[in-house]
């Protein structure tokens, strides 16, 4: 089994930095847990370290159940309209966008003698979930007047650098300050929760404050891989190596490298890219596109390169590297944000927590 290795000190480090940058910046913050899932290691330590809400984007089939979570969490993705009973069962808080599946979740509400509250979502210009801005105010008052409401409005919320690329700036962050302000002026219908998200706004944070009715941050990400997404680089404040992917030597074998003469394609339907020539020293490791994604894995040893890629198998070549390698040997990997979701729900993929 390939492992994905957990360093427990150095996810704490960047999850105290986040809250504390956080809370400067007077925003509450969300754990988002979209690869680990209910991970009791990992849950445990976000609370120890600060966070005590936290977002699920599916329902995994056992449901998100953990006893170190604190309260029922925040379901992330619009709920679809065929699961509300099961999801406001685990949930206690969901984000939303239409209101035909309010309506049906106020529905299941009532039936079942349940509590259940929604973020409305918003879309500032990243053009995935959201009503549109100039729909909020009749959205929020068609909320509102749900006959038998059961469903609590929390507030709204908005996600950037998701879909369309779109990073924060001066005119969106402006967008949900806005809009909480005319709902409570033209409706007056409190705004608890003014939520944004994700890990983008961290590049934003580093220079400037947002709005003050701005009050959660919505975090995933950046907490696992201590980058920025959307701007592609590093936080200089944050560990990028929390998450190490570790795979074991199968096969050495020094090999005649270059074009084949007639070739087709490979286990996986792609041309094989001939890199290199000659005799070069390659590497079957025990994991392949089944285990994590490959493809986005960063060797750490600057002198080996993935050359190929199957369901169970993936191939290094290590002649610039200082490491003579035999079977049984580690070669570790940092990881992207596919390979570190893949490897999370991999059930071949050992995690392994160092403390
Ligand atoms: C994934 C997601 C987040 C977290 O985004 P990261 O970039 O992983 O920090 C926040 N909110 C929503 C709605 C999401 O889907």
Redesign the pocket.
Known sequence: MAQLTVDIEKLARNIRFLVRSCKAAGLDMMG?L?GPGPDSAIIRTMRENGIETF?F?SIPRTGPHDETLPQKPVF??LPSIHEIPRMVRHFGTS?NSEISVIQRINEVLVAENRSHNIILMVDTGDLREGVLPENVVDTVRKIHDIRDRRLGFSGIGT?L??CAGMVPDEENVLILQDLALEIETRLGIAVETVSV????FLEWLKSHGLPDRINQI?????IFLGNI?AFCRKHEHLHDDVLIFKGDVLETQEKNVGPCPHSGVDALGFSPVAAFKGKRKRAILNFGISDTYPLGLRPLDGGVFIVCVNSNYTVIDYTDSQRSLKPGDFVEFKMNYISMLQAFMSPFTDIVYHY
């Open positions: 988002i979209k977002g984007s992330i993705s984000l996600n650098g998701c998200g994700g890990s983008v919505r975090l995933g990400e950046a997404p």
